[in-house]
Structure formats: structure tokens, C-alpha cells
């Protein structure tokens, strides 16, 4: 295998793994060869979609509890999937944010807005942290993430979102500029509309792992890809 078959499958760690898009990016990625690790707050879900992930796939998947909006939790999640499966050459981050804590501007409280960020872009900064100095050793790596669209037209009506994602397009933009100079690729997938799998008038997941495959592969046209429903 050449060193850029090497690169091209080392693990990928997928922080907020759940049955949509984490699923879906794991099954890409499993396909490819690329062992994975799934991080998120209930182990036996975690659990549960790792033993389905090796049974439909094959693939080598680890699991590590963890809550996002800590940081140490992040950092031990990370060092844990590292060790078993080896240091991550690509992060997905994508954490489902909280619909409970979007509300209207004038009923948005500070706890609320702090909360929202701290999953996504506390959580993504930590899981960046945790794990960019293994890519910058290995000379390779990608950092993909994905939000909702609230960026796009921030409405009075939903606060956290639209503050939230804001922050995080920012954040996530700010990354790829300070890396664009190394071999190190960072994507964004923002998604108008609702997820489901084979429902009418929602993404399917596997559309989504695929744009992030895409970014990965850096085959991508637009940064950041924004996937909006036909029609
Ligand atoms: N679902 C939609 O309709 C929709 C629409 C537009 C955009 N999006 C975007 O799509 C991404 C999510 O994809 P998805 O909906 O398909 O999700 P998913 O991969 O099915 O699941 C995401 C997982 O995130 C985990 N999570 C939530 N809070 C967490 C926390 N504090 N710490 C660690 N893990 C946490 C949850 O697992 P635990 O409960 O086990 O922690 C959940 O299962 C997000 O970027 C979201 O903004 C979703």
C-alpha cells in the first residue's frame, strides 16, 4: 500500500455519532477502509451502532462516551479512541444541537445561548484540539464538520440556532484559512432542511457522508457545501 493509501484510510473519529449522518459517515468511511471511533453521550446506543456498523460493513469501530460541551470529556474520548484504533487522520463533527434551547430572540436567555455554543463550537474546538497535533505529525488529516442552515438567514424566531451556527461557519472558516497552507483539509456541510432516512422532503444521511467524503477526498467544488432540498 503507498504511503497515500496510508493517509487516505487512518481512523476517523465521529464526535456526536448518532443514527443519521454519524451512521451514515461511518458506513462511508468503514467502506473505505478507515477504522472508526463513535463518541457521544449514551454508550449503549454507541454500543448498539457499533455492533451493526461490524456486522453490515466489517468495519474495526470503537466507542467513548462523552458530552460534548466538556472539554476533558472530549480530550478522554479522543486519547481513548486513539489508543485503540490509532491516532484520527479525519474528525466529523456533528453533534445534533439541542431543540429545546431554540426560541425567540426575547425569550432566549444567556444560559441558553452559552449552552448552544458550548456543544458546537466548544465542542468543536475541543475535539479540534484533541485531535489536529496527530495530523500536523502525520502530515496528513481532515477536519469535517457539518451545521444546520440558520446561518444563512438568521431569524428572531430561532436565536441559538442562528447565533450558534454563525459562530460555528465562522470558526470552521477561520480553520481552513489558518490551514490552508498545510496538507491538512477542513470541510463544512451545512444542511437546509430536515434529515430522514428514505422520507420525501429530507436529506438522506448517506447524501450528506457523501459530501463529507467529497471534502475529505478533496474533491469538493464549494467550501462550504450547502445541501438544500430539490424543488
Ligand atoms: N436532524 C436534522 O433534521 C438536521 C437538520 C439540519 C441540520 N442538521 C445537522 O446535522 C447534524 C446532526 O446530524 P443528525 O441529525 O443526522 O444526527 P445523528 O448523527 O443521528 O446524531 C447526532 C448525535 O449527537 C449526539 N449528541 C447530541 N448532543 C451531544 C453532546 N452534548 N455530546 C455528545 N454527543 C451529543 C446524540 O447522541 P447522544 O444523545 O448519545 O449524545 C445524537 O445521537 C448537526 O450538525 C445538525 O445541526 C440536522
Do not use: K
Amino acid at each position: 500500500m503507498s504511503e497515500d493509501d496510508l493517509t487516505a484510510t487512518g481512523p476517523i473519529v465521529i464526535v456526536g455519532a448518532g443514527p443519521g449522518i454519524g451512521a451514515s459517515v461511518a458506513r462511508r468511511f468503514g467502506r473505505a477502509g478507515h477504522a472508526v471511533g463513535l463518541v457521544a453521550r449514551n454508550g449503549d446506543r454507541l454500543e448498539q451502532m457499533a455492533a451493526g456498523l461490524r456486522a453490515d460493513v466489517g468495519v474495526d469501530v470503537t466507542t467513548a462516551v462523552a458530552d460534548a460541551t466538556q472539554p476533558d470529556q472530549v480530550r478522554a474520548a479522543v486519547r481513548a479512541v486513539s489508543e485503540r484504533i490509532g491516532e484520527p487522520r479525519v474528525l466529523c463533527f456533528s453533534p445534533i444541537p439541542d431543540i429545546d434551547l431554540i426560541r425567540p430572540v426575547l425569550r432566549t436567555t444567556p444560559e441558553e445561548l452559552m449552552a448552544s455554543l458550548q456543544l458546537t463550537v466548544g465542542g468543536a474546538a475541543a475535539a479540534v484540539e484533541s485531535v489536529l497535533p496527530g495530523m500536523q505529525a502525520q502530515g496528513a488529516g481532515s477536519l469535517l464538520f457539518t451545521t444546520g442552515s440558520a446561518a444563512l438567514a438568521p431569524h428572531p424566531d430561532r436565536a441559538a440556532s442562528a447565533v450558534t451556527t454563525t459562530a460555528a461557519t465562522v470558526y470552521v472558516a477561520l480553520l481552513r484559512e489558518a490551514l490552508s497552507d498545510t496538507p491538512i483539509r477542513v470541510g463544512h456541510t451545512v444542511i437546509v432542511g430536515p434529515i430522514g432516512r428514505g422520507e420525501s422532503g429530507a436529506h438522506d444521511p448517506d447524501e450528506i457522508a457523501a459530501d463529507l467524503w467529497a471534502h475529505h477526498r478533496g474533491d469538493a467544488r464549494d467550501f462550504p457545501s450547502v445541501l438544500r432540498l430539490e424543488g
